[in-house]
């Protein structure tokens, strides 16, 4: 059907019968009627519609029942309302089968409210494709793909926006296809809102948002077949400030959120805001990969992480950040992680700095946080890891509060060129040391409780640790070139060996650095 409008000089009402789904303009009553092929001058489609810019699919000729291709009369639909300046396409219930859609004119609202379906037979086609429609719509429904697996390239997704600003998905469900909604990577498309959406079972991942886009309350659940695909993706530079609230994700195969830049762009200002987090690959990982990459004023706020898995490759840490290339840095990170398979935190990151831990992390599989960052502060809570509460390796500079008990191998092990780091520590009931300070390690200083550990509350191999008032310790050891008198700073009980001839010294009486006598073999 050619889309036209009928205006000849004397076309009246009474006097033209256009055909269906025909705009047409009656030039004596100066108004808009839609064509059904049987009534003269059409109907009026703004007479029983409250909302007075609704083109309703059927009436254009879609028959919704599953069956039939209605590609041709829904894009007839979207024609007419771009002609018109704009307005709803209603989907009345039904399914509504097609091979792709295609929007390119502003402010044009998808209406699927009534529980319609569009299934997309095709699998190299996008369900709904957006180019410099700003302004478009979604309300409710479900967008059908040809099944996760089947649709296997980035040219089948649920909704593919370029040039796109301003949008609202509200309440769509999505499922089937390689990518549930897609913007374009140009920068183009922007301050787009994504809220309530259910976007499951999709090939790679169900939301990349960009500049500006905020997702609340979506579910995001089992989409990805390897650990390369998640709920959430945001990559390059054009992904600054966006905002996630309010999220849940579930069975993932990557991450429930994975953020990841291997160019030389900067990420700015992502939130997160309690998110809960179920049977992912990994809560979230946080990655860049170019020596020029950068990811800055990250916000984690009220995540709860649950039960991270292993999938494929090195999956089943609650938060994951890796920074072996570029940097990461001015993050917060507010967390409560339990049971993940792998690490609670793994901030095992080379350029990892300048961050604010608040995490808890119950039950890790393996250790409870794995530190490697530098000069950042907070609270660490690791209790009943399978291995230790807290490893400290490489990390410098500092200041954190420690709180582990009941982990497997030791409460805190610090290993590494673990060094300048303030640490007021907890350390209870663990198999193992309270605290161990290994080889490498050197001018760290502890201050708190360490008690009822299996073997010995706190030891240090490192050299200049000083460690102060851990209340039960059996034995206290750290190294000095020299005498200790003066010099080394502990608590009544340590023992100090002179790394210059061997000769072991005791803190016998009062504190700070001097109290030391030497021990005499008999």
């Known amino acids: 059907m050619s889309l036209r409008f009928k205006q ?25 009627f839609i064509g059904d092929g049987t009534t003269p001058g059409g109907v009026d489609p703004f007479a029983t519609d409250p909302y007075g810019d609704l083109f309703n699919v059927k009436l254009y000729g879609a028959e919704g029942d599953g069956v039939t291709n209605d590609t041709a009369a829904i894009q007839d639909t979207i024609d007419a309302v771009a002609l018109a300046g704009g307005g709803k396409v209603v989907f009345p219930f039904g399914e509504y089968i097609v091979t792709g859609l295609t929007v ?18 095709a699998t190299d086609a996008d369900c709904i494709d957006a180019n410099a429609a700003s302004g478009l719509e979604v309300h409710g429904g479900h967008l059908v793909g040809p099944g996760k697996g089947t649709a296997d390239t980035d040219a089948c997704c649920g909704i593919a926006l370029i040039a796109c600003v301003g949008c609202r998905f509200v309440g769509v469900e999505i499922s089937g296809f390689y990518h549930g909604i897609r913007p374009d990577d140009s920068g183009n498309s922007y301050d787009n809102d994504y809220i309530n959406c259910n976007i499951h079972d999709c090939t790679h991942t169900a939301l990349w948002p960009k500049d500006g886009d905020c997702a609340a309350a979506c579910r995001l659940v089992d989409n990805g077949t390897t650990n390369a695909h998640h709920g959430i993706y945001i990559n390059t ?81 609650g938060i994951h950040f890796i920074a072996t290339n570029g940097t990461i840095t001015n993050f917060r990170v ?56 807290v490893n400290l390796n490489g990390a410098q500079y500092n200041h954190l509060s420690i709180t582990a008990r009941g982990n497997v191998t030791s409460g805190v092990w610090a290993t590494g060129a673990t060094t300048y780091n303030v640490l007021n520590l907890m350390a209870l009931g663990n198999t193992g040391n309270g605290i ?71 803190k016998a009486t009062g504190t700070g650095n001097t109290g030391w006598v030497a021990l005499k073999p008999e």
């Open 104 to 121: 390119t004119d502003p402010y044009i609202i998808f209406d699927l409210t009534s529980g319609a379906t569009i299934t997309l037979t």
């Open 334 to 389: 507010q967390a409560v992680v339990n049971n993940p398979a792998g690490r609670g935190l793994n901030a095992d990151a080379a350029n990892l700095s300048n961050g604010n831990f608040d995490v808890v992390v119950n039950g890790a599989g393996t250790v409870g946080a794995y530190i490697t960052a530098d000069y950042c502060t907070g609270s660490i809570v690791a209790n009943n890891s399978a291995s230790y509460g």
């Open 237 to 317: 530079a054009v992904a600054r400030g966006v905002r996630l609230i309010g999220n849940h994700y579930e069975g993932n195969t990557g991450g429930g959120v994975q953020i990841y830049i291997d160019d030389a762009s900067t990420v700015n200002g992502v939130s997160s805001v309690g998110e809960t987090f179920d049977g992912n690959g990994w809560g979230y990982i946080i990655a860049t990969n170019h020596a020029s990459a950068a990811i800055t004023n990250l916000h984690i706020a009220g995540a709860v992480v649950d039960g991270c898995v292993v999938t494929t490759g090195d999956t089943g840490h």
């Open 436 to 506: 161990n300070f290994q080889a490498a390690t050197s001018y760290n200083r502890v201050f708190g409780v360490a008690a009822g550990n299996t073997s010995t509350n706190a030891a240090d191999s490192g050299t200049d640790n000083n460690l102060f008032g851990l209340t039960g310790a059996a034995v206290v050891q750290t190294r000095y070139a020299g005498t200790p008198e003066a010099h080394v700073t502990a608590g009544i009980g340590a023992i100090c060996s002179d790394t210059t001839n061997g000769k072991l010294y005791f």
């Open 8 to 32: 000849e000089p004397n076309a009246t009402r009474a006097t033209y019968t256009p055909e269906l789904g025909e705009p047409y303009f009656a030039t004596d009553t100066k108004r808009l």
